[in-house]
């Protein structure tokens, strides 16, 4: 399995201009096969691509991946819409200036990544045929993430991503406590893609770990919301990072997913490309 940094990989990083802010992207494998899905990678807060390489690499054996930062993560610049549809307008610039145009491109979003990723298919929904939601939290303000996240922040953060966990997740980022309610069950309602969702057990997480952040009741709430919204077999030895704890384990949840779609799986499926300006 590849791990390391990008700059380890058969990977290559691209600098972009989108509509909305330079971008910092990456391409894993380097250069498209043939035969093989393009893939949409969103990160989860705090994702750089430095961050995040290592974790995505098993997913290749899937798609040809594009991996993005998060606005005002890494050499990725900011965007002055902090909010879900803000960062999700950058992608959408994205696949509008360099993704090849079809109906065979996923969005694969993790945690955070996946709430954007509900709100690309809306401002694209010509152009993505397919999203992966890997464990999001459709209730932002949980006390246990907030703890995570201003934890997270206090180590490494900046002002920017204290802007993040205030007007996008609601928590404070110095004490983590929330200041609003917020609920995004609905936004998996009325898609016109398919959508599976992956989440993780979290029975055995280690302590240091987060759990799974989608409860019973999110399910439920999901089901009720979008009936037709795939869901897979909660993957085991795993709480939040699916990719992190057991990335094996994930990978297989979604071909196994992948396999019983209603429409065929990789037939005909375009080279993946990237066309670069």
Not at 47 to 59: F, P, Y
Not at 179 to 187: A, K, N, S, V
Not at 237 to 244: E, I, K, N, R, V
Request: aromatic fraction near 6%; include cysteine.
């Amino acid at each position: 399995m590849l791990s390391g940094s990008v700059h380890e990989m058969d990977a290559a990083v691209h600098y972009l201009a989108s509509r909305q802010t330079a971008l910092r992207v990456c391409r894993l494998p380097a250069s498209g096969r043939f035969g093989k899905p393009l893939a949409l990678f969103l990160c989860d807060c705090f994702g750089d691509l430095d961050h995040d390489g290592g974790r995505v690499a098993s997913l290749t054996s899937l798609f040809d991946l594009i991996l993005c930062e998060l606005p005002g993560h890494g050499e990725t610049g900011r965007v002055a819409d902090v909010s879900l549809q803000g960062f999700a307008q950058t992608y959408a610039s994205l696949i509008d200036c360099h993704v090849p145009d079809g109906r065979d491109l996923t969005v694969i979003g993790d945690s955070l990544g996946g709430l954007i990723g509900l709100w690309l298919v809306r401002l694209r929904p010509g152009r993505v045929a397919r999203l992966v939601l890997l464990d999001p939290p459709f209730r932002l303000t949980p006390r246990r993430l907030g703890m995570h996240l201003s934890d997270a922040w206090r180590r490494t953060g900046n002002a920017y991503q204290g802007r993040i966990l205030a007007e996008i997740y609601g928590i404070d980022p110095g004490s983590g406590q929330p200041f609003r309610q917020t609920r995004l069950h609905d936004l998996v309602a009325d898609l016109t893609q398919d959508c599976i969702l992956i989440a993780g057990s979290g029975d055995r997480a280690p302590d240091s770990r987060l759990p799974s952040l989608v409860s019973g009741d999110d399910l439920a709430r999901l089901r009720a919301a979008n009936p037709s919204l795939r869901i897979a077999p909660r993957v085991g030895d795993a709480g939040h990072g699916l990719l992190q704890e057991n990335a094996a384990a994930c990978v297989a949840a979604l071909a196994s997913m992948l396999q019983a779609e209603p429409f065929p799986w990789g037939a005909g499926a375009k080279a993946a490309a990237l066309q670069l300006a």
